[in-house]
């Protein structure tokens, strides 16, 4: 069955750097469009970043110009690297998966996304 396993959260302080990773097995991972997801306490869970099969890629506005995404077929792994990290990324972040045409779409609705791992809690301190 499918199965994505996040990894690399932690506590930093404003300013700082994270680089999160998600493995996924189960899947032929390089069919799929892949997304980031993160839920604030408190809050629903919204859309980060999308990378799609061709490489594509969709950004929330909130993180744009500070969240990188990406992806190696190879290792059927995706990443988000995020820098300049604000107290108001702190959430639990999820990935995602959707098999997709090669250029997918630009969608970050979470809906659109049947696949899920259990998260990864990103902590941003002031």
């Known amino acids: 069955q499918v199965h994505l396993a996040e990894s690399g959260g932690g506590s930093v302080q404003a300013g700082g750097s994270l680089k999160l990773s998600c493995v996924a097995s189960?899947?032929?991972?390089?069919?799929?469009?892949m997304g980031w997801f993160r839920r604030a306490p408190g809050e629903e869970r919204e859309g980060v970043a999308r990378?799609?099969?061709?490489?594509?890629?969709t950004f929330a506005d909130s993180v744009k110009g500070r969240f990188t995404i990406a992806r190696d077929n190879a290792k059927s792994t995706l990443y988000l690297q995020m820098h300049s990290l604000k107290p108001e990324d702190t959430a639990m972040y999820y990935c995602?998966?959707?098999?997709?045409?090669?250029?997918?779409?630009?969608?970050?609705?979470?809906?659109?996304?049947?696949?899920w791992g259990q998260g990864t809690q990103v902590t941003v301190s002031s």
């Open positions: 990378i799609n099969r061709g490489g594509s890629t």
């Open positions: 189960g899947i032929t991972y390089s069919l799929y469009c």
């Open positions: 995602a998966a959707v098999v997709c045409s090669w250029d997918g779409s630009a969608s970050l609705r979470e809906t659109d996304f049947p696949y």
